[in-house]
């Protein structure tokens, strides 16, 4: 059965151990940069703080990705940013990110006070362009620290 959990002291470990393709890692952080990062958050001028959580992905009990959401309620132009989606080399083409999308847009859809939600990517990662734009997010023609910011709206 396909779940996603919170990050806590009893799986952070597994899930910072998963890894992506070697021609892969130049696209996404590591879990365990991420993990940490998400203890602090992060303060962006003019748009306030954005709060991180999070999680991991499994097929029962075995870890197969990882993904983290954040949450800024007072920014005006989207008020969740979807951070990471990753699933380990081993997995992949599987459907999990698949999943893993659909249960985050999930939880964005169901709080009432998200009305767009954001994420970027490097340019040439076709593959995320691809996946995303499927769901429903498109590309602003702005770049974040080298990415490409793409945004959805909810309501």
Known sequence: MLEVRPVTINNWKELAALKVREDQKHFVA?????????QFGEYIPGEGRWDMMPFGIYDGEKPVGFLMISYNYAAARFQGFILRLMV???FQGKG???FGMNWMLERYRSDGRVKAIALSYDPNNAAARTLYA???FHETGEMVDGEALALLSLR
């Open 88 to 90: 380990d080399e081993k």
């Open 30 to 38: 590591t879990n365990l940069y991420s993990i940490a990062e998400s």
């Open 96 to 98: 999990y990110g698949k």
């Open 134 to 136: 499927k769901f429903g």
